[in-house]
């Protein structure tokens, strides 16, 4: 119950919740693991904790390391809306990623059929062959001397799509112990003169650095345009503002 507290609810009414998800939460259960935490039943305490008793409808999952903005249901109507729009690519979606590697282009898309489940690792993988239709939109924020940061824009809604469709142009995802190099990001390692004590230090950050920054849509019951934002969590912050100092 200890990641209740990190839950931030951002917008709440009668038809759906918009919620913060904080990274290393699943969105329901796990299949392999009932008893793990999920941000569903989570979510469902800290509303009752208002006072408030509902059902809640997912629409749409963020991976378990993926922090960021993700919107409920609240209703059956709600729910049905929400699911035609997210099939109908209706609902624009802005993911902020910080990858291994340069890209060459300031704006550039990545079209490459992807194959969910593929392998022994339940990966999802380019395949031109088998895959289905899969296309990202990328435009690149910042680089540094070896780690990007990148806004992904998901147009077609593959699993893994952003995280698979990165690596598959050889721009993985820090941190993507699926998709790249697991290893956690220490400040030893990113600056050259580094003095402190290598024993005791923290990493910056031990998580797939991707975030769902933004998310747009059309409320299901009054049509009005919206737009909410999450900020970026501790660990993408204090990643940012040290390649930031670092490249000065």
């Known amino acids: 119950m200890q990641k209740l507290k990190h839950i931030k609810i951002v917008y ?20 392999w693991d009932n008893t793990a935490e999920n941000l569903n039943d989570l979510l ?5 904790q208002q006072g408030i ?45 910080f990858v291994y590697g340069k890209p060459t282009e300031c704006q550039f898309k990545i079209e490459k ?7 022994r690792r339940h990966r999802t ?23 990007s ?4 824009r998901p147009i077609t809604g593959r699993t893994h ?15 993507d112990s699926l998709y790249g190099n697991s290893e956690p990001v ?6 050259t003169k580094w003095r402190g004590s290598i024993v005791d230090e923290r990493p910056i950050i031990s998580r797939t650095s991707l975030h769902s920054q933004t998310i747009e849509f059309e409320h299901p019951r009054t049509k009005e345009p919206l737009v909410f934002k999450a900020m970026y969590p501790k660990d993408l912050k204090a990643l940012l503002n040290q390649l930031r100092k670092l490249s000065r």
């Not at 059929?113 to 392998?119: A, T, V």
């Not at 993988?125 to 435009?139: C, D, F, Q, Y």
């Not at 940061?149 to 992904?152: G, I």
């Not at 220490?186 to 600056?191: C, D, E, V, Y």
């Open 12 to 31: 709440k009414d009668e038809d759906i919740i918009v919620v913060d998800k904080p990274a290393g939460i699943s969105v329901l259960k796990e299949r």
């Open 186 to 191: 220490f400040l030893s390692k990113l600056k």
């Open 113 to 119: 059929k992807l194959l969910p489940d593929s392998d």
């Open 161 to 175: 799509q952003i995280r698979a469709h990165l690596a598959g142009i050889n721009l993985p995802i820090v941190c």
């Open 53 to 97: 008793s509902t059902k809640l409808y997912s629409v749409h999952r963020l991976d378990k390391d993926t922090s960021g903005v993700m919107i409920f249901a609240l209703n059956v109507d709600a729910h049905k809306i929400m699911n035609s729009a997210f099939k109908n690519r209706q609902i624009k979606k802005t993911y902020h990623a």
């Open 149 to 152: 940061l990148l806004e992904a």
């Open 125 to 147: 993988s380019v395949n031109e062959k088998s895959g289905k239709s899969a296309l990202t939109l990328i435009k690149t924020l910042e680089t540094f001397k070896h780690i």
């Open 44 to 48: 469902s305490i800290k509303l009752l």
